[in-house]
């Protein structure tokens, strides 16, 4: 009788062993999933910091392009102001 309570409880230590191991894999595998999800949304936010990037600098080109227009046109519209006044001038001395 002894022995089969000796045999039982080394049955139970095998069966608890195995169920451990099972559980430590499981963690192994649940943390290696965790990392990779922690590795693909840094990934994510690093891309997505690139695209803003990319976007505010497209914005500044293009501010800085209507910014040159602006001025330009105002220098067009300045210079054809003064044009007139020059002529009006000439008309006012003869």
Excluded: C, P, V
Excluded at 34 to 44: F, H, I, K, S, V
Excluded at 47 to 71: H, N, P, V
């Amino acid at each position: 009788m002894r022995e089969l309570s000796h045999e039982k409880y080394q049955r139970d230590q095998a069966y608890t062993e195995r169920t451990m191991r099972g559980g430590l894999i499981e963690w192994r595998n649940t943390l290696k999933l965790l990392q990779e999800t922690e590795q693909n949304l840094a990934r994510q936010a690093e891309d997505s910091s690139f695209q803003i990037r990319q976007i505010a600098t497209g914005m500044e080109k293009y501010d800085a392009r209507k910014g040159i227009e602006l001025l330009t046109d105002s220098t067009r519209l300045g210079m054809e102001t003064a044009e007139t006044a020059l002529q009006s001038m000439d008309e006012l001395r003869r």
